[in-house]
């Protein structure tokens, strides 16, 4: 049985196009996703998602992330990641089977250094509204995302961050799945 979701999406309000940003990144990084792939925001439960279905592949980002203040390297990231999974598909790790296998991590390391970083950003604006799913190996929104979709977010700091992981330590899908 094929499951079938119905999202409605979301005009983006980023100052950055991100179906532009998706394009750059997969052309730039993941050259073997052979084609464009959409981006939509979408008020589903993952933070977000990617479809890997050949007939209509998508990756969905929550609406929650569509803010004019969201960082471009934030959403750069999450691109990275979710084309990661075109590429690199589940698969069995023991006696589970994995979305993000050992190998997915590797990759995603060597592409997006910056993903702790990113992390740390979610978590320091979008953290009251984030639960994170080891079992499911995701970060799902609560509906107290409507709170935080008008509130300001902070601006991308390198050094900032840097400094909130040291002090906070890796708050990042991998670690809090424990992959």
């Known amino acids: 049985m094929q499951r079938t979701l119905t999202l409605t999406p979301t005009l ?19 050259p073997d996703v052979l084609r464009p792939i959409p981006v939509v925001f979408t008020t589903w439960k993952c933070l977000a998602c990617a479809f890997t279905s050949p007939a209509e592949p998508v990756v969905n980002i929550h609406h929650v992330l569509n803010h004019p203040d969201t960082p471009l390297e934030v959403i750069e990231f999450i691109c990275k990641h979710e084309l990661l999974h075109f590429l690199i598909p589940p698969r069995a790790v023991g006696k589970k089977v994995r979305s993000h296998p050992p190998e997915f991590w590797l990759e995603e390391e060597r592409i997006a250094p910056e993903g702790r970083l990113a992390w740390a950003w979610l978590w320091l604006n979008l953290g009251s ?6 079992k499911l ?13 008008l509130s300001p977010r902070s601006e991308w700091s390198q ?8 002090a906070q330590g890796d708050w990042s899908l991998r670690a809090l799945t424990g992959q």
């Open 137 to 149: 190996e995701r970060v799902e929104v609560t509906a107290g995302w409507r709170k935080l979709e």
């Open 159 to 166: 050094d900032y961050l840097q400094r909130h992981v040291a």
């Open 12 to 30: 983006p309000l980023l100052s950055f196009s991100p179906e532009e940003l998706l394009e750059e990144v997969r052309s730039r990084y993941v």
């Open 129 to 134: 509204c984030l639960k994170t799913r080891p």
